[in-house]
């Protein structure tokens, strides 16, 4: 082992910051939102899957007693064709425009049509169903290989494929289709013993966050408009609000009220833009909520897909190449997560030849949206299997083909990228050397299943100001949403600078008038890049305490030193003095203290994670059992390995119910029949063991403490692991998700 | 949901005469509300008036003897399911009252609403689908989705009956009082359930102006063993893909009776004569075992989705069956 720093802060267990708040329910979430004068909001959603908006006439819900006003997308300025870029990549904003509030068609069942801001909430619900829309019904095409068809049916006339640079002519449902390649693949399975190839279908997925989207915004004679809600950004909320009703980001300000998970599903607007046009119609603040069967249908979850992989590998176990086939559901507008999968589906192994096609292609679903890793979940599910598989018949042990193929530092994905340190192999060997991996597995119907995952994680902008109060505790402003813990993760790193203890950090989320510009909470970015911009601001803070030192003991900056929280004279004078109490004389030296950080590192490094799972096949009744999970992952360095934990195993709950239960059932007219947590099957603790998991830290050269991202990559592996395990116990090979009762019943033929 | 007056019941007599000459859906009555609350927010009931029966008194009662068990309407899911007596005697209902939906739903959720609830199929809860059990023309299971519809009885509604409660009741011989203008009267359980072909529109003989008020069952023989078994996606809040109740009298491991009830597969809770003529008077085996696991199921006729149900419904028969013979 290469020298190991000594932290004081870093890598403890403090009791997170909002824990307090949020065990006693007194953290204010946005429907907790109360102002004098508020109105109550509800959006008219389209029945129909597909059709044409004829007309809508909204007279009979306007006359209805308590009815303040109406908005259709005739309130919103007529977006042109043009491209916005929102920070989460470029967005047609008309799409983004026609998801808010449908103009001329409907291309899903949950589509909202019009909104109604009423004195009651019952009354905004009742007047809903006073508009009369006219539609007439088109016919949907609701699954990816359909929507490819040349004679499917069309949901924008003017989309066109682009496929590598090029734009065709004719009009289709294929948005764009994407390419990586590496070396030559055809000589690459000419070189193989064995060569496998099969085909896998994943279902539509939500995130399934427990709070539903709310909005409560309040317009201002003087034109500023401030929005309260429940986000992962509230500057991307500021941004697509802004694109989207052609408004000043000057006069917009959005307050992030406490959030109940978002795992993705909480960057897009659905009903902020609304509100706010409620309220400036009204002139009163209006409050929008969702219900589950709006969030269900009426968010984005992340796409079904259809995956076709292939891959070989010579006899000693050297995969020599592979090729995957991607076709993404990106809903009803064009920007499904295809990219990022294609980036992740081979990314743990130094293979030769690679091709990876993805094609990006609408549907008549709600427009997908990020969803923890989004993308590579899907992808993951084919590769690993193919992987188990190679692994089987060629004897080989699956853990060991893993560490025979597995990536590291300088070797280069398909889509381009040379690794820089990663611990790929790092969490393949903890796998291994698990007491998990050694105990016993032979019981009849039990088997176990591994795989692996991948994951970039991102950087972008944060910003972080420190306040010095005088009693020797900061005051550290940040505008990144607390998901998962990261008050706590982010106070660490600005607290280990100054050598002060986390509990001396008080850290507050504020809005996006109080704190400089910073990104979503999303990619796992947030105590990455917001935690190197607190370290940055902690940094600016002490060499402004250097300066005031200096400035108490008359000698010069450079011969003040900071250690372990204490000043002290290195040109022999004898002066000491601790941080606390040079924060009690600041008044008399200068005035206070304000430190700022702010960032754009280049530098996520990638996660890797590689997991473990026993379970017990019930051929009687179909039933899979988790029996025992083990999750290795590399977090670079735990900040506070508590949460890094919690973030490893919600992902690998989350990772399960894909695995056996989650889908959006559809009819064949495109209604989700299971739109509600009932029938919508997402596990609780009764379908859970304990989740293990094993940290490993191999620092990221591109974080001050070596951080990297770890809320994503745990969700990866989960559905190939599992599918594998089934494999192990029974010997059928699952390709299709999620792996039901019945699917399972079915595939194990003894129907 | 649409608004409605309340009215919280004084008496038996004040809530059937409320009740009276209104037909269905215009005066409901409401216990826990767990099912009820769900069906006014979608739309699917639209009552004019809710009579609130928990403020009967009394109505909640659970007492035992020797001779059996008297069980009120307005008893709780979670008292039934942690009643010693019921757990000691009585299996297979606490077995099943313990495992309907969660903990939550279980201490406010009663017996009658438990009964009388009504089915969860997607299109039935669909406020934009006018299906036939909704007074329209079609089952849309029959040429839809029918993942999780009925094998057995379905004919012309495809709904299986929600309840894990009554199967155990029925294989228990259980038998219910229910109160109308005309006073009351007793029928058993099983009567009380009907099938499509009966009334396509209800699952259950009550007349819109009576309300279940008790369920009374008697003692099981000394020599009975009871068992529930539910097969369900995940582990909570989950309806069953399909449930045995069986209550077996055995003599070592001959089976002098067998009272054989499935849940989830029919529109009512569904007897197996079959699978009860099977094991009767028979050593239980794995091959007799299963054999009363083909016997139910060989009449079954599956939807396009749902023909693993009769695997799973064969296979709990015959592990039920076994575990009488442990
Ligand atoms: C998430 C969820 C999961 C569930 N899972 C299960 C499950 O696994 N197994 C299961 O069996 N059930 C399940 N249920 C249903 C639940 O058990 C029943 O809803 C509950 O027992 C009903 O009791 P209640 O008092 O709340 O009924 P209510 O909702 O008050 O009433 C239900 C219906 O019965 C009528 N009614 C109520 N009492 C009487 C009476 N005394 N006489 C005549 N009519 C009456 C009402 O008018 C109404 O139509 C689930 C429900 C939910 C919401």
């Given at each position: ?698 620092p990221n050269p591109g974080h001050p403490y070596g951080v990297r991202g770890v ?41 | ?210 309300i279940v008020v008790e369920v009374q069952v008697p003692h099981p023989k000394s ?104």
């Amino acid at each position: 082992m290469s020298e190991k720093k000594e932290y004081k802060v870093i890598g403890t267990r403090p009791i997170r910051h909002d824990g307090v708040d949020k065990v006693t329910g007194r953290a204010l979430y946005g429907a907790d939102f109360q102002i004098a004068g508020l109105l109550h909001g509800r959006v008219l959603r389209s029945p129909h899957a597909h059709a044409r908006i004829v007309s809508i006439d909204t007279s009979r819900a306007e006359a209805y007693p308590g009815v303040k006003g109406i908005v259709t997308a005739q309130d919103l300025p007529d977006p042109a064709d043009k491209v916005a870029d929102l920070g989460e990549g470029a967005v047609n904003l008309k799409y983004l425009c026609d998801n808010i509030l449908a103009r001329d068609k409907v291309l899903y069942k949950g589509h909202a049509v019009a909104a109604v801001a009423a004195t009651s909430p019952h009354i905004a619900e009742e007047a809903c169903t006073l508009i009369d829309v006219a539609y007439e019904v088109l016919p949907p095409v609701l699954e990816v290989r359909q929507a490819m068809e040349p004679d499917a049916p069309l949901l924008h006339e003017n989309l066109k494929t682009t496929s590598l640079g090029e734009t065709a002519d004719e009009p289709s449902n294929v948005a764009s289709h994407l390419q990586y390649k590496k070396g030559a693949p055809e000589k690459g399975f000419a070189e193989a013993d064995v060569v496998i190839e099969r085909e896998f279908v994943t279902g539509t997925v939500h995130q399934g966050y427990i709070e539903p989207h709310n909005a409560t915004a309040l317009y201002n004679p003087d034109g500023h408009l401030t929005i309260w809600c429940s986000t992962q950004g509230a500057f991307t909320v500021r941004e697509q609000v802004a694109e989207i009703l052609q408004y000043p980001i000057s006069k917009i300000k959005v307050v992030p009220m406490e959030i109940g998970g978002g795992f993705g599903g909480k960057i897009s607007v659905y009903i902020k833009p609304v509100a706010a046009l409620l309220a400036m119609k009204t002139g009163k603040p209006v409050k929008v909520l969702m219900n589950r069967t709006d969030v269900f249908e009426g968010t984005g979850p992340t796409p079904a897909s259809y995956i076709r992989v292939k891959m070989g590998a010579t006899k000693a176990g050297k995969v020599t190449a592979a090729e995957a086939y991607l076709a993404f559901e990106a809903g009803a507008y064009p920007g499904s997560p295809v990219g990022p999968g294609a980036m992740c589906i081979f990314a743990p192994y130094n293979i030769e030849n690679v091709l990876i096609d993805g094609y990006d292609v609408v549907v008549n679903k709600p427009k997908t949206a990020p969803y923890r890793a989004p993308g590579a979940t899907n992808a993951a599910f084919g590769s690993e299997t193919i992987l188990d598989e190679l692994a089987e018949r060629l004897e080989i042990d699956p853990l060991e083909i893993r560490l025979m193929n597995g990536a590291k530092e300088g070797d280069r994905r398909a889509d381009g990228p040379i690794y820089p340190r990663i611990g790929y192999i790092e969490t393949v060997e903890a796998a291994k050397q698990h007491p998990h991996y050694a105990a016993p597995n032979g019981k009849k119907h039990h088997g176990r299943g591994v795989a692996s995952g991948f994951w970039f994680n991102i950087g972008l902008e944060s910003s972080v100001t420190i306040n010095v109060n005088v009693d020797g505790t900061i005051n550290l402003v940040e505008g990144s949403t607390d998901i998962g813990g990261t008050r706590a993760s982010i106070a660490m790193q600005a607290a280990e600078v100054l050598g002060i203890p986390a509990e001396s950090v008080n850290p507050s989320v504020v809005d996006t008038n109080s704190v400089g510009y910073t990104a979503v909470t999303g990619g796992s970015r947030t105590t990455y890049a917001t935690g190197y911009a607190a370290y940055e601001a902690a940094q600016d803070v002490k060499r402004q305490m250097i300066a005031r030192a200096a400035k108490l003991w008359e000698v010069d900056e450079a011969n003040v030193q900071f250690a372990d929280g204490e000043f002290s004279c290195i040109n022999g004078k004898e002066e000491q003095i601790s941080f606390r109490d040079l924060c009690a004389r600041l008044g008399e030296t200068g005035g206070p203290v304000v430190g700022s950080g702010t960032v754009n590192p280049g530098g996520a490094g990638g996660a890797f994670a590689t997991h473990v799972v026993d379970v017990e096949v019930d051929e009687e009744t179909g039933k899979v059992e988790i029996l025992r999970y083990t999750a290795t992952q590399d977090a670079g360095k735990a900040i506070h390995p508590s949460y890094v934990e919690g973030q490893i195993q919600g992902g690998v709950v989350q990772g399960i119910g894909w695995a056996l239960n989650e889908e959006y059932i559809y009819d064949a007219e495109g209604t989700m029949t299971n739109a509600s947590f009932l029938d919508y099957r997402m596990p609780t603790c009764l379908d859970l063991p304990m989740i293990d998991t094993v940290i490993v830290e191999v620092p990221n050269p591109g974080h001050p403490y070596g951080v990297r991202g770890v809320g994503e990559v745990p969700i990866i592996p989960p559905p190939a692991a599992i599918a594998n395990a089934i494999y192990d116990a029974v010997g059928i090979r699952m390709t299709e998700l999620p792996m039901s009762p019945e699917r399972l019943l079915k595939a194990i033929g003894t129907i | 949901m649409e608004k409605f007056s309340y009215v919280n019941a004084t008496s038996l007599e004040q809530v059937t005469s409320l009740l009276s000459d209104s037909g269905w859906g215009e005066v409901m009555v409401i216990a826990g509300g767990t099912d009820l609350l769900g069906e006014l927010k979608e739309y699917i009931e639209t009552p004019k008036t809710l009579i609130n029966l928990k403020t009967l008194p009394g109505m909640d009662s659970i007492s035992a003897d020797g001779s059996g068990l008297k069980i009120g309407a307005l008893a709780t899911v979670a008292d039934i399911a942690m009643y010693p007596e019921i757990q000691n005697h009585y299996t297979v209902l606490a077995q099943a009252a313990g495992s309907v939906a969660t903990p939550q739903i279980r201490n406010v959720g009663t017996l009658g609403g438990n009964l009388c609830q009504r089915p969860r199929c997607w299109y039935y809860r669909d406020e934009t689908v006018d299906c036939l059990k909704k007074g329209g023309e079609l089952c849309y299971a029959i040429e839809g989705l029918s993942k999780y519809h009925a094998i057995l009885g379905g004919d012309p509604v495809y709904i299986v009956h929600p309840s894990d409660i009554a199967p155990a009741l029925i294989a228990l011989g259980a038998s219910l009082k229910i109160v109308g203008p005309e006073g009351e009267k007793t029928m058993s359980v099983e009567e009380f359930f009907t099938l499509p072909a009966t009334n396509p529109y209800r699952e259950n003989v009550l007349e819109p102006n009576e309300i279940v008020v008790e369920v009374q069952v008697p003692h099981p023989k000394s020599n009975a063993k009871s068992f529930y078994l539910k097969a369900r996606e995940k582990g909570a809040p989950d309806f069953a893909l399909a449930s045995v109740a069986g209550v077996f009298e055995m003599e070592g491991n001959t089976c002098q009776a067998a009272s054989i009830v499935l849940g989830g597969v029919a529109p009512a809770p569904w007897r197996s004569t079959e699978a009860e003529a099977a094991l009767t008077g028979k050593m239980i085996t794995e091959s007799v075992s299963m054999q009363a696991g083909e016997d139910a199921v060989k009449d079954a006729q599956p939807l396009n989705d749902n023909a693993y149900k009769v695997t799973l419904t064969r296979n709990l028969i015959s592990r039920a069956a076994m575990m009488a013979a442990k």
